[in-house]
């Protein structure tokens, strides 16, 4: 018996902030010679609109590449976990009201091709709240026929089929809902494994998607000297707890520290930010 086994690399970019209904360059996906942008879709619908946007799939390799195109709900847990759900039963899926078109297509080498998607928000009730879901570009290879080295009774051969998929992460906010509630609700200096580590802990209690930018101000109490940690940009999704944690640098002078970390999002007129102290000794 002969058995094939495909394996499917993902390029996925789930929590990316401030993008308008389609993202820069900077945020497209480009692999192996294969670009999809934009890589993920912020949308402001109203409840009873309906509109439709294309995603653009280009072929730089020197081959025809074949794509399959699908939509999926996901989910995230507390902190942050993904996990893919089947289209229209995700508890805020965006898919039920979704259509793509097409849902196959072939790309010839330095051709581009468009797939289109259409969102049509329910003019009910039901379309007063927040949805997302992702569509994923998967390439299709053909699959070889595999002869074991060795004929025997009882063989199987087992081969290795290299794929990869991209995943367009689209997330719709009605008007009317909360996305300004987005709270720092732990700050905190770790040690671990000879790592120092500030750690954010934000939390989404509205009902609305925020997009935000958080960094962290560290100041050496005994120089005086200043310094920000980097800027991380994500979406958090209301339900969320996510955690973001910042690696300092191991050359940091030795000494106190007071760290404030900050933690700024659309639709809200004031910045959040907490403070700490903790010693590199």
């Known amino acids: ?34 670009s999809v942008s934009p890589a993920h879709f912020h949308l402001a619908m109203e409840p009873g609109e309906s509109k439709t946007y294309e995603i653009t799939v280009k072929n730089d390799t020197d081959k025809p590449q074949k794509f399959r195109v699908n939509k999926y709900d996901f989910n995230m847990n507390g902190k942050g976990k993904t996990g893919f759900l089947p289209s229209g039963t995700g508890k805020y899926s965006l898919s039920k009201w979704l259509n793509l078109s097409p849902t196959f297509i072939e790309v010839a080498p330095g051709e581009k091709k468009q797939v289109s998607f259409t969102v049509t928000i329910p003019a009910d009730g039901t379309g007063e709240r927040s949805a997302w879901n992702v569509i994923m570009v998967e390439q299709e290879e053909p699959r070889n026929r595999l002869e074991p080295a060795k004929k025997s009774e009882g063989t199987v051969a087992l081969g290795v089929i290299p794929t990869f998929a991209f995943g367009v992460f689209v997330y719709q906010n009605p008007p009317n809902v909360a996305n300004n509630q987005v ?6 200096f770790i040690e671990k494994d000879s790592v120092n580590i500030m750690s954010i802990e934000a939390t989404n209690m509205g009902d609305g998607i925020a997009y935000c930018t958080s960094y962290i101000d560290l100041t050496h109490l005994d120089s005086g000297k200043q310094q920000r940690l980097s800027v991380k940009r994500f979406t958090i999704v209301p339900e969320l707890i996510r955690d973001f944690n910042y690696t300092l640098p191991k050359a940091l002078p030795k000494g106190k520290y007071v760290a404030v970390g900050v933690l700024d999002y659309e639709g809200s007129e004031e910045i959040q930010a907490a403070k700490t102290q903790f010693e590199i000794k």
């Open 1 to 34: 018996m002969v058995q094939r086994f495909a394996l499917l690399l993902l390029v996925l970019a789930s929590f990316t902030v401030r993008a308008q209904e389609g993202s820069s360059s900077e945020n497209d996906y480009k692999t192996k010679g294969i």
């Open 183 to 188: 709270e720092i609700t732990n700050f905190k």
